[in-house]
């Protein structure tokens, strides 16, 4: 007896701890364990219950919003290593913009133009600053990217230009002529001209 209630006042105790509210105890089949039962207010194991399932639900969602964040940071990083090797690049992508030359910066510009996907996108002079191999990657991959998009060109070099559907050749303020490279240099001397001058240039600087 002495034992079942050492027993009976440690599970009081534990019942207060809990929120049980009442018990019934019986020791008249001579063990203190066989006829114990316990009733716990289902008022509160239901709270707790939801506090659980709520408790896993806010976890699902955090864990759920955490896997998106990381499939759109490295969906957005492949984007741009793709972007980056378009313009020639790919190498640069953990440099600091003080560590690229100007030609690099152009080339980042028009990777960021890329990114947005515009259906018309204007490019003033965007290639100025590299050498000319760099400058067909370039326009190559542009037109790539661009396709069924309208990319409008502003260039001093033929070479930006001439592989363009169309090109408005302009001297002095005024629209001279305007059609295919091909159409230009049959017909225009002065288109002819430029370009005839400019690959002169090209040459003497490569010597």
């Keep these: 007896m002495k034992k079942f209630r050492i027993l009976m006042v440690g599970l009081l105790a534990a019942m207060m701890a ?5 018990a019934y105890f019986s020791a008249a089949s001579g063990s203190a364990y066989d006829d114990l039962y316990v009733s716990h207010d289902r008022k509160v194991i239901a709270e707790r219950q ?25 969906e957005a990083e492949a984007m741009a290593l793709n972007l980056l090797e378009r313009v020639g690049l790919k ?27 515009a259906s018309i996108l204007i490019l003033d002079d965007s290639v100025s600053a590299v050498d000319t191999e760099t400058e067909r990657t ?17 260039a001093h070099r033929i070479t930006t230009v001439e ?22 240099f049959s017909r225009c001397q002065a288109y002819r001209n430029t ?10 600087s490569s010597i």
Aim: glycine share 6%; aromatic share 2%; with cysteine.
């Design 18 to 22: 809990v929120g049980c509210t009442s």
């Design 50 to 74: 939801r506090a659980e399932a709520e408790a896993r639900k806010a976890e699902a969602e955090a864990r759920a919003k955490a896997e998106a964040e990381a499939r759109a940071k490295a």
């Design 91 to 117: 190498d640069r992508a953990n440099a600091y913009p003080a560590q690229l030359s100007g030609g690099q910066k152009q080339r980042i510009s028009i990777a960021r133009a890329l990114m947005k996907g």
């Design 138 to 154: 370039i326009i190559n991959n542009l037109r790539e990217a661009r396709k069924g998009k309208t990319t409008i060109l502003i």
């Design 163 to 184: 592989n363009m559907d169309k090109i408005i050749f302009i001297e002095d303020g005024s629209v001279i002529d305007f059609g295919s490279h091909e159409e230009l």
């Design 195 to 204: 370009v005839e001058l400019q690959r002169l240039n090209a040459l003497e």
